[in-house]
């Protein structure tokens, strides 16, 4: 079903988009051509066809949450680039 140059410029006002009338026509035809696809799609048969988000099934890699003893104070700040009274001296954020 062809958009009609209205639904175009109904649409284009709900998204305030100024359009110029070249814009309509060829948005018509494009925007009707997108709604064809869709109209495609729909006439598919899904009946027994699991909902998805993703068409690869997904699962996060996350090691084991285990306690471990930390490094040494001097090991972490023998890598700052600088180091105040035993910590790290980070650049102040707020003032």
Known sequence: ???????????????????????VQRLATQLSGIIGH???????????????????????????DEVAPCLPRADVLANAPAQEDGFLRVRAVLE
Not at 4 to 21: F, G, K, N
């Open 38 to 64: 869709f109209a495609a799609l729909a006439s598919v048969d899904t009946e027994g066809v699991e909902p998805t988000a993703h068409a690869l099934p997904l699962s996060n890699v996350m090691r084991a």
């Open 1 to 23: 079903m062809p958009l009609t140059p209205e639904e175009v410029l109904h649409i284009a006002r709900l998204a305030r988009v100024a359009l110029t009338e070249t814009d």
